[in-house]
């Protein structure tokens, strides 16, 4: 599982994409719990910098594609904001319907969005489309604007559409390439009703087919921009990004981006040997992030491994007490000295934290020998690199220089000790966090944005705590490309397409 919380300022609005009800108090109330430790928020900002226009919630090409077409058809026919509305879900019931029925094999795509809720449907052979398009729990998705807002970040970002309250097309937008490929689904839309057998003659509507498609060529050419784009432009930080992401996948086996991709950015010499890689300006920030990736998961993990010990009212002592049994009785400098190693030679870093995660270790020990040897980086790191990985808020609680002097400070002390001190700090943290977040309810009660809350001494839980990482959106930029035609999965591995290194050269 990743998260994502996608905060980017264009021009004079400020726009949040947030996943399932956007927007609505629910939205806002899963959100604002899913930081209880708020240690995210620099690698989220280094993801939106690194990878504009997409994040963990615009997973395909097709729908940047189908928000213009509507945009385009507003905007030609001067539709008002509720028939633009219903018009945007009528097509997006018809891409989740003409995508189903598509048998498209495994192409690396997840499923159209929307197919979950009407796959009875689907199943039965048919959609009745007025009462799949409606919002609320008959129709396909809950949101009024279906799933426009996950994607409306991006598509302003892109420039593909102008930050308004309905589709509007933006500078970027090219109306005459999302109606050469897309636009059939507009007769689609307007049918009562979508018959799956006679959707046959229509995958080239489906998810998978954009990149045969003009609307697809467009955006593969918005994505990759053009080899004389700046590289601190948005547009130019994409390309680099783009190049980065394709150079690996066209050097190593690359099946899952998140998974596969980020441990060639972060260790070894990939980022010097390889001729592109070393010549593109965002290699470094990439490997800075990667690897401060790995602190930000393992305060996750061990956050969520602490409130797990909650069971009913339990005093705080007996959390910490839980957390120093499950270390070795030694001091921190042994616990320190027992790390592997964090380079194999001067500039190749070894993948320790890597080696850690994926070691039976159990949670908490494991955890926390990631935080130490990651937090050792910051005094082997240098130029870009470390920049990335530190951030402009040096120092601060939880940062890597934070945990390497908390443990320098420590060293000669018992590490179940230091666990016990760490139990504290981390929930006066969790607290002061929710307490920030904190919003009056209608009714002048207090709502705190957390699953843990406290009872004088005591400890209780409301639900456990989510310990996915944050998405730095490989997995969606990989599966955006692969559905413009940039990027396909030949025996379930990705690989770089004729049209793609046309594009990138
Ligand atoms: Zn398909």
Redesign the pocket.
Known sequence: MTIDEDHGKRGHVTVTTLQGPAWSVQGLDIAAGRYPLAVERHVMRMADLLVPGVTTVTPHARYYALHTLIADEAASHELEEDQTRQLLRRAEVALAAV?WA?D?GD?GLPRAHGVDALSSRLRSGGVDVATAAQPGKDGYVRNSWGFWFPYFASEVALGILDAKGMPTPGEACDGAAVRDGLGDLLELAGRAELIVDDLQSY?HL????GGGAADGRWLARLFCGTADADPRSPGGARRETIRLITRVMQTHPISNPTADVGPVVAFGDFITADEIAGSLAVTAAWRGVVLRNYSVGAWRRLWSWLVGQVTGLTPAATVADLFADALPDTTVQAFLDGLPPTQAAPGALAPAELQLRHSDLPLPLRELSVLAVNSHRAHELDGHVLDAFLGDRRGVDLAPEWTARRLADAASGSLRDFARRLTVDLLARAQRVALGKARRRPDGSLWLPTRLHERGELLYKTSDEGRGDVGLRLDQLTTVLAGAGVLTRVDDQWKVTAAGEALLG
């Open positions: 995508s598509h498209h192409v995958a489906c998810v998978c087919a």
